[in-house]
């Protein structure tokens, strides 16, 4: 019984291990010494700059998004978190899917409206203490980024103050 016991903790403590933070990736580390740290990235992109960008969330519609990004000789040159409010108003009116891809990750949800035409982007982030939803709106087709709206987790806030 013990050394089951010892077993589960030890999956589990290493399975904590991998969960990203800010202190996970350092500037300089390698891509073999990320992935050995975080395990594979959720998604890997080629940014604008030429630069490759891996992005880890967390949990299957998490809060956090953490980009890790490689520079010209191969080591991090960035690792943030990008779920923020900062990131989300600095989107621009006309961006391209991905430019938003770049900026923010993968979304929670994609959704699409025919009648409106447009697809819609969910992103689940924390601003403080308060759990967050963003939808990020694009026109239809390969349109380009509309507007980008904000509020409350409606799971974890009551619209009713009685």
């Not at 890790?68 to 961006?95: D, I, R, T």
């Not at 993968?106 to 939803?133: C, H, K, L, N, S």
Request: charged share 15%.
């Amino acid at each position: 019984m013990r050394s089951i016991l010892t077993l589960l903790s030890a999956f589990v403590f290493a399975g904590c291990a991998s969960i990203p933070g800010p202190t996970s990736v350092r500037t300089g580390e390698t891509q073999d010494a990320v992935r050995a740290q975080l395990g594979a990235p959720a998604l890997e992109r080629k940014l604008a700059s030429g630069q490759t960008a891996w992005y880890y969330v967390t949990g299957p519609s998490g809060y956090y998004t953490w980009r890790v990004v490689f520079g010209g000789s191969g080591g991090v040159s960035e690792y943030a978190e990008v779920l923020s409010m900062k990131n989300f108003l600095a989107l621009q009116e006309g961006a391209s899917r991905d430019a938003v891809l770049d900026q923010l990750g993968p979304p929670m949800q994609r959704m699409t409206f025919a009648r409106t035409g447009t697809e819609v982007w969910t992103y689940r982030w924390i601003d403080g203490t308060f759990q967050m939803i963003t939808d990020a709106t694009f026109g239809a087709g390969a349109g380009a980024f509309k507007q980008a709206s904000m509020f409350l987790d409606p799971a974890y806030h009551s619209a009713s103050y009685e």
